[in-house]
């Protein structure tokens, strides 16, 4: 267990440039370096983290744990690599308010509000290319950014992905070759009935405490988020953005994206923020309630996803549920990452100039991170 700890924990002190990243650096450690688990393995792994929702390549973090030690070398897994980032979010929560007034420090937050626009754009772009290939996709994607750009709030996106998932059933299912045979799927009901005790519960916990507000909250997020990564970000900023600042918010967005390991951590910032007299508490809470859902699924189905992936159907309200992830993250896009970060002509200008390096020279997110960091600190200066 302590291998396991160790080995993801050096990950999470490294691992910046996202989930598609992560994924990158668990296949040459696990799979090309210790030879835990052969490619084909991996790889069905994956697959079985973009089917579930929740933090993808923690999921997959989780999964390896799962193969190598039990449920314990699970949560080995996730503590390693989830540490690092939540110690550093957890600080940037409770000190940067200290030191907001020192221009450097403003100007570090200026540029990592426009690096997150470039982020996220590209974000959009590549989910688009992945997920709305399609044209009724593309419908999906559109209608739900429009929807949740008039209206809002939590009920809107829950019946948007219930909505989507029901269409992507008769219009985005594949057609089911009969001369190959379904496995029988073989499920953990346990942790699929604990899953949805406590999404049931999340609904009518929210009056007995602060801590049971963040519980329920951050759980409820949890259970709905489609591809991870950015998709987590409208569904937060639904949840939670009415309790603070819209700029305190995406500053805790921009520091996520600054930060090694998964971007999920931006939760540990969100509690510690809500829940200003028990910051730790706060924090802990958050993280926990966020990473939950994901991880009580992929023990539901973990020993069953060729199964379960083979039905025409499921898949096909996988892809719808995809499709409007994409709308979501494009609405979010717009407010409030657009809307809280560029206000001039110089912002668009270090945007567009940022986005067409990352596009043309695809530097680590280490490199965008310094460079708008520094290019915030000049512009704030001038």
């Not at 801590?211 to 991870?228: D, K, N, P, Q, T």
């Not at 809307?339 to 668009?348: L, N, P, R, T, Y």
Request: aromatic share 14%; with cysteine; charged share 10%.
């Amino acid at each position: 267990m302590l291998q396991i700890f160790l080995r993801f924990f050096t990950l999470g002190l490294m691992s910046f440039g996202g989930p598609a990243a992560h994924i990158g650096y668990f296949r040459q450690t696990f799979v090309n370096e210790l030879g835990w688990l052969d490619d084909k393995r991996y790889a069905s792994l994956v697959a079985l983290s973009q089917f579930m929702p929740g933090p993808g390549s923690s999921q997959v973090g989780f999964a390896i744990g799962y193969q190598r030690g039990g449920l314990v070398g699970a949560l080995a897994a996730f503590a390693g690599f989830t540490l690092p980032s939540f110690i550093l979010m957890y600080l940037l929560a409770v000190t940067t308010s200290a030191w907001l007034a020192n221009h450097y420090v403003q100007g570090m937050i200026y540029g990592l509000k426009l690096m997150a626009v470039v982020v996220v754009a590209d974000a959009v772009l590549a989910m688009f290319k992945q997920f709305c290939q399609r044209k009724f996709a593309r419908l999906l994607m559109l209608v739900s950014a429009a929807a949740i750009l008039i209206a809002p709030f939590m009920w809107t996106q829950i019946i948007l992905l219930l909505g989507a998932a029901t269409i992507g059933i008769y219009k985005l299912s594949a057609t089911q070759d009969d001369t190959v045979p379904l496995t029988p799927i073989r499920l953990n009901y346990l942790y699929l009935l604990l899953f949805f005790v406590l999404l049931i519960g999340s609904f009518f916990m929210v009056d007995f405490g602060p801590e049971a507000w963040i519980f329920s909250e951050f759980y409820r997020v949890g259970s709905l988020v489609f591809g991870g990564g950015h998709v987590v970000l409208p569904l937060l900023e639904t949840a939670v953005g009415d309790t603070m600042g819209g700029d305190r918010f995406l500053t805790g967005y921009a520091f996520a994206q600054a930060v090694p390991g998964p971007m999920f951590t931006f939760a540990t910032f969100l509690g510690a923020e809500v829940m200003l007299d028990k910051p730790f508490i706060g924090a802990c809470i958050a993280t926990a309630a966020i990473f939950l859902p994901g991880f009580l699924l992929m023990l539901v189905g973990l020993k069953s996803w060729h199964a379960i992936a083979a039905r025409p159907k499921i898949a096909g309200a996988i892809a719808g549920v995809n499709a409007c992830v994409v709308g979501l993250l494009a609405a979010a896009f717009y407010q409030p990452v657009f809307s809280q970060a560029v206000f001039s002509g110089k912002d668009m200008a270090l945007v567009l100039l940022g986005f067409g390096a990352l596009k043309l020279f695809k530097p680590p997110m280490l490199v965008l991170v310094v460079g708008f960091s520094l290019c915030g600190i000049l512009l704030n200066l001038l």
